[in-house]
């Protein structure tokens, strides 16, 4: 039967946040974090803010990733970020794959499969954000976008490497709508996601993957959604750019966990 981890938490702040902002929400964070222990704490400010959130965050568990990054280590790509930039900032962790970067601004799976290698060649651990769109789901095909972006996501990774990558499974018709999938929606999808893993890595491999839920995530729905077996934490958008929501649902996620355990 699989163990069950704490809770990760991570807060995707998007284009949110100036640099004084950022230092003041970092600090209520991490003054803060203690109180949600034992959910692990991750914040992705804006390029512009991970520096100084690194300096706030410094000493204290929360961890600190961005939002993107591009895939070759350096050369002539204005406007572009290095996964080793963002080593020298500070991260441990970065989102690859998020529906508005895939949707917004055309980024493929092969792109998204790029940036995740790219992620663990330097040392990063990557969230990959998979997820369909509403016409998607009410066409039936929510399995098949799952297992292709899954898949091209995970190409060519060595079976150590994919230890080190985090799942997100944020669906695209929940995210900044106010509309939640259901616990058992989000379930249905995450025990796909590691019934897949397992056929690709083995059954020990899927019942350690950190496979997160995104999308309306707030305190009050956190518990419910933890409270199913294949949901390992949340990545949260609107509601982690206040410190008291995203440590309520930290908060209410570990209250969850320590039901289950």
Known sequence: MRRRSAPFVAGNWKMYKTLPEAAALAG??????????PAELVVLPPFTSLAEAARCLAGSAVGLGAQNLHWESQGAFTGEISAAMLVDAGCRYVAVGHSERRHIFGESDA??????????????????????????REAGRTFEVINRQ???????IEDGLRARVILAYEPVWAIGTGRTASPGQAEEVHAYIRGRLAQKTGQDGADCAI????GSVKPANAYSLFKERDIDGFLVGGASLEAESFLGIAREAVRAYKEVL
């Not at 209520?28 to 222990?37: L, Q, V, W, Y």
């Not at 899954?150 to 060519?156: C, N, Q, T």
């Open 111 to 136: 792109d998204a499969g790029r940036k995740v290698r790219a992620a663990l060649k330097a040392g990063l651990h990557p969230i990959l954000c998979v997820g369909e769109t509403l016409e998607e």
């Open 28 to 37: 209520a964070i991490r003054e803060a974090a203690p109180g949600a222990a």
């Open 211 to 214: 496979i997160l839920y995104g």
């Open 150 to 156: 899954l898949m091209a996501g995970l190409e060519g």
